[in-house]
T-cell receptor, first 112, second 113 residues
Framework: DAGVIQSPRHEVTEMGQEVTLRCKPI?????LFWYRQTMMRGLELLIY????????DSGMPEDRFSAKMPNASFSTLKIQPSEPRDSAVYFC??????????FGNGTRLTVT | DQQVKQNSPSLSVQEGRISILNCDYT??????FLWYKKYPAEGPTFLIS?????DKNEDGRFTVFLNKSAKHLSLHIVPSQPGDSAVYFC????????????FGTGTRLKVLA
């Protein structure tokens, strides 16, 4: 079991650029979550997919953020245009049915 | 609005003593609660959970207590070990709803040797 795989591990970009974060969930898992970790808000849920369908995107902060899950083995989180306040660690997590979440090791995003 | 709150950002405990981490929630619909542990540069890993039909769940050195009337849960680690030093997150969900997991802000535990 390779676990949840996120790429890249680190991303440094300039304000205004497009950023794409990638996630490969654990095979067989049917739910996928994107979280953002900040000091002030802890682990903040951005969006949640079930069977590749977005169920709840109420945590997506602005229209600059979008997420897709074209198939059961891949998801992307895109920020366009990026801003310095988007700097954070972004985590992807997956689960099967209603079991506890398995997290990837995160992508540390720095927007200068 | 923070539905899951961890009011202590940090905690230091001597090795061998008990560590008690606290978590409060506001949504009365939450009925399943979890604790995760996070080391630097890694993702959170699942530690222990409890359903609202119970008030206690044990797994080795880790015990979670749930007080539904107070909307409060706590994680007890006995005895604490230096390897337990990490950030601990509590999480909650409503299993009759969308099953999305809401996390707290975390408590950094430092176990002193």
């Amino acid at each position: 079991d390779a676990g949840v795989i996120q790429s890249p591990r680190h991303e440094v970009t300039e304000m205004g650029q497009e950023v794409t974060l990638r996630c490969k969930p654990i095979s067989g898992h049917n739910s996928l979550f994107w979280y953002r970790q900040t000091m002030m808000r802890g682990l903040e849920l951005l969006i949640y997919f079930n069977n590749n369908v977005p169920i709840d995107d109420s945590g997506m902060p602005e229209d600059r953020f979008s997420a897709k899950m074209p198939n059961a083995s891949f998801s992307t989180l895109k920020i366009q245009p990026s801003e310095p306040r988007d700097s954070a660690v972004y985590f992807c997590a997956s689960s099967f049915s209603y079991s506890p979440l398995h997290f990837g090791n995160g992508t540390r995003l720095t927007v200068t | 609005d923070q539905q899951v709150k961890q009011n202590s950002p940090s905690l230091s405990v001597q090795e061998g003593r008990i560590s008690i981490l606290n978590c409060d929630y506001t949504n009365s619909m939450f009925d399943y609660f979890l604790w995760y542990k996070k080391y630097p540069a890694e993702g959170p890993t699942f530690l222990i959970s409890i359903s609202s039909i119970k008030d206690k769940n044990e797994d080795g050195r880790f015990t979670v207590f749930l007080n539904k009337s107070a909307k409060h849960l706590s994680l007890h680690i006995v005895p604490s070990q230096p390897g337990d030093s990490a950030v601990y997150f509590c999480a909650a969900t409503d299993t009759s709803g969308t099953y999305k997991y809401i996390f707290g802000t975390g408590t950094r535990l430092k176990v002193l040797a």
